[in-house]
């Protein structure tokens, strides 16, 4: 059966691709939002820690499928392995209806102004190919308001000091400290830092026809059970669906962008569960994919115009492939002052984000989420017993004495670091799969190092009896927080897409999702993210009636 | 809960096999290896919590790539056992099983079939693998009866205040 023409296809139903879908579905044009996962199943792994996408030792329950989708790292040593979703080093977020925002620890936060200008306010980095925003914060601001009213935040950036000028608060209120969260708060505060509590993309009250947080113990991980934790999976695609216009289409893997020879989309390969091959025909084609299937799909898709690539003439697509090094410190008190309630995480500070002395950039500092007990297995204090009476002691001994204030640095974009496709490695259908490859910016350890010196210093003000550091920043970016791998630039020689999302020289094929990023922040980045999948669907509704974007 | 699985089970030729992949022998070196990793004091360890059970239903599932290395660690362990002290690793006194673990671990001990290679990645992998039977969800075989839980005095069901522990 041959698919009907539609005005729109998006290719991801994550936190861009979503949001996209909806914004194009409300203003009338007909959409096919492909996913290439299911419905996350809230209830099949609700508690269980080695089926969570957090650790993903036995499972990722909410995708991909570990058998059919390897991957190919490359070792700093050149050894090219083959990863899977659980054998470690695979970079997943997650593949269903939502993706990572179903199982997401849920920060809300924005950039800061300095984010989008990294250059002005820096200089230019050695070995680096950091750059300015060709939008800056201003131009977003409207995005990220509508991000959080739509999908639903709670905080009170008010009381944040260096938090980026608004036009509105955040519509729910914030959720309170946890015991832990208090202490690092006033701690923080003797040292004169401005802590402050955390913006959540979770219900601190009823919101949207669902419920408030009820602090389950998994969060960070795992889908709410009672579906309090805000994501693309149940409001914007939902509306989206309500529209009529928008059909989601899930277990449909894209094999391909069809560039026709005028240098146009006209639509998507694709396999449909039951492994049958189709076409999609659109007037437009946005890539929502996350920044390293993105990058993937860009590449598999060649065409005349585009031999190596969809959008890669000037071989940019795949480059500056950044993540987050998490970096901070453990300190261990003499009496409990974890709860364990959900999600754990509950105080922030973005002291550090800007402006440290001799720095390019920083990070935010927070306590971590709650720690299941055999991720807590593999954290002691360096020297410590791996195994053995010693090793369980400390585990029921300090299980509920262990905090950790951690953070995510801003990577110094590199220009190796990077995916490209393996010819030699397919999935299971047949596809070349992603290798990823390079390192980071040596600037990032270094910068590692700094934060975490200051967040061991809170640990110490906070009381904890022992402390040590955790410092982040070598080898191999990627991960959950990937961006950056089809950057948006003004000169189609250094960049892939415009300021618009617009694939330079493909007027009708736009990307929406973290690939889109210059910069991947001092932050967690989905709400960035969301507010970029409004920034870019508006300007699609906007101007689609005129041309379709189609010339000629 | 263990063995009433095993009655569904096709594949079991001798009842008295309680095992998918490994053979009695080698699941008693394991299961002498586990409980020194972690040891019972005042609460269960590792045999209490059936970690065997873990890494047997694991290494014939999802872990079955790791097959050859259990196979062969295990075979080096009590070649190495059997040189030093003429016996098996589970019938050594528990310190001297200890000075074996922190010798492999070191890397001192060297594997059977790999010249060259040695055991710290093999202890290493079944160390992995104890942590996740005995800290992870029951209904991947360990942590039978949510004995660690108990331990850490981790509320079940999640929802905090409903500890439906019997103590
Ligand atoms: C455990 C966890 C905790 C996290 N915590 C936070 C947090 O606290 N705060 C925060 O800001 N961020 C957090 N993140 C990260 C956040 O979820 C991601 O940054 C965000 O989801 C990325 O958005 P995206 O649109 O770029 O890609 P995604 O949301 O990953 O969406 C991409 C979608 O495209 C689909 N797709 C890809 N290729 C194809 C194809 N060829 N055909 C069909 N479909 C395809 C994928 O299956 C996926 O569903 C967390 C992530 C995880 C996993
Ligand atoms: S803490 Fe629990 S109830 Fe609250 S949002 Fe997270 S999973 Fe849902």
């Known amino acids: 059966m041959k698919n009907k023409r539609v005005n729109a296809v998006v290719i991801g139903a994550g936190a861009g691709g979503g949001i996209v879908a909806k914004e194009l579905a409300v203003s009338g044009l007909s959409v096919v939002l492909f996913e290439r996962g299911k419905w996350p ?65 849920a920060m809300a936060w924005r950039f800061m102004e300095e984010d989008f200008q990294l250059k002005t306010v820096y200089g230019h980095v050695e070995g680096s190919t950091l750059e300015d925003w060709p939008i800056s914060y201003n131009n977003l601001e409207p995005c990220y308001e509508k991000a959080e009213w739509e999908i639903g935040v709670s905080g009170d950036d008010g009381l944040n000091l260096f938090a980026p000028p608004r036009r509105n608060k955040q519509p729910m209120p914030s959720f309170e400290y946890n015991p832990e969260g208090e202490l690092i708060y006033n701690a923080a505060k003797r040292l004169g830092l401005h802590p402050f509590p955390i913006p959540m993309l979770r219900n601190s009250v009823r919101y949207n026809n669902r419920p408030a947080c009820i602090r389950n113990r998994t969060c960070c991980g795992f889908a709410c059970p009672v579906d309090a934790k805000n994501g693309t999976h149940n409001t914007v695609i939902p509306t989206a669906m309500s529209t009529g216009n928008c059909e989601v289409r899930t277990q449909c893997m894209i094999a391909e962008i069809v560039v026709d020879d005028k240098g146009q989309a006209a639509g ?43 959008g890669n003439n000037y071989d940019w697509v795949g480059r500056n492939l950044q993540g987050h090094a998490y970096t901070g410190a453990f300190g261990l008190f003499d009496y409990d002052i974890l709860d364990l309630a959900g999600p754990g995480a509950t105080v922030a500070l973005c002291d550090f984000n800007h402006h440290n002395p001799g720095m390019v950039g920083g990070g935010l500092l927070a306590n971590e989420f709650n720690r299941l007990p055999y991720l ?82 809170i640990l110490k003000e906070a009381g904890a009896y022992h402390t040590w550091q955790s410092v982040g920043g070598k080898g191999l970016s990627g991960g959950q927080h990937q961006a950056g791998t089809a950057r948006m630039g003004n000169d189609k020689k250094t960049s892939v897409v415009n300021r618009f999302g617009q694939v330079h020289e493909i007027d009708n094929l736009f990307i929406a999702d973290g690939s889109l990023m210059v910069n991947n922040g001092g932050f967690n980045p989905a709400l960035t993210i969301m507010a970029l999948g409004y920034w870019v669907g508006d300007y699609i509704a906007t101007n689609f009636s005129s041309t379709k974007f189609r010339a000629g | 809960m263990v063995a009433g699985g095993l009655m569904f089970m096709p594949c079991c030729r001798y009842p008295e096999q309680p095992y998918r992949f490994l053979s009695t022998e080698e699941a008693d070196c394991i299961i002498a290896l586990t409980e020194q990793i972690i040891p ?62 922190e010798e492999m671990e070191a890397g001192n001990l060297n594997s059977y079939n790999w010249p060259g290679g040695n055991l710290s990645s093999f202890f290493n992998l079944v160390m992995k693998h104890t942590m996740q039977a005995f800290y992870g969800s029951p209904i991947h075989g360990g942590n039978k009866d949510y004995v660690s839980f108990e331990m850490l005095q981790i509320d079940y069901p999640l929802v905090i205040g409903q500890n439906r522990y019997n103590t």
């Open chain 1, 268 to 310: 998507v390969n694709y396999f449909d569960s039951k492994n049958n091959g189709h076409f999609q025909p659109a007037d437009i084609v946005v890539v929502s994919g996350g920044a390293i299937e993105t990058a993937r799909l860009l590449l598999n898709s060649k065409s005349k115009l585009f031999p190596r690539g969809a």
């Open chain 1, 376 to 457: 807590y297995s593999n954290i002691r204090p360096p020297g410590s017993a791996r195994w053995g009476i010693d090793h369980k002691k400390f585990q029921y001994e300090m299980y509920r004495r262990t905090s950790q204030v951690v953070g995510p640095i801003q990577e110094m974009p590199a220009f190796d670091s990077r995916v490209t496709v393996d010819e030699n490695v397919k999935d299971y259908w047949g596809l070349p799969v992603a290798r990823l490859s390079g390192s980071r910016h040596p600037l990032d350890y270094e910068n590692c190092k700094f934060l975490s010196a200051k967040a061991e210093k």
């Open chain 2, 40 to 101: 019972r004091d005042n609460y269960p360890g590792a045999t209490d919590a059936g970690v065997i059970y873990y890494i047997d239903r694991q290494l014939s599932s999802v872990f079955h790539y790791d097959q050859q290395t259990y196979r062969n660690g295990i075979r080096s362990m009590q070649k190495a056992c059997n040189e030093k002290y003429k016996r098996l690793f589970q019938d050594l006194q528990v310190p001297v099983q200890i000075k074996m673990m």
């Open chain 1, 41 to 105: 199943v809230y209830d099949e792994h609700p508690t269980d820690e080695l089926i969570s996408q957090r650790t993903e030792v036995l499972d990722s329950p909410f995708g991909p499928d570990h058998i059919k989708n390897p991957r190919v790292v490359v070792e700093a040593d050149g050894r090219r392995r083959i990863v899977t979703p659980i054998s470690g080093g695979y970079s997943n977020n997650a593949a269903c209806v939502g993706s990572g925002t179903v199982s997401y620890g």
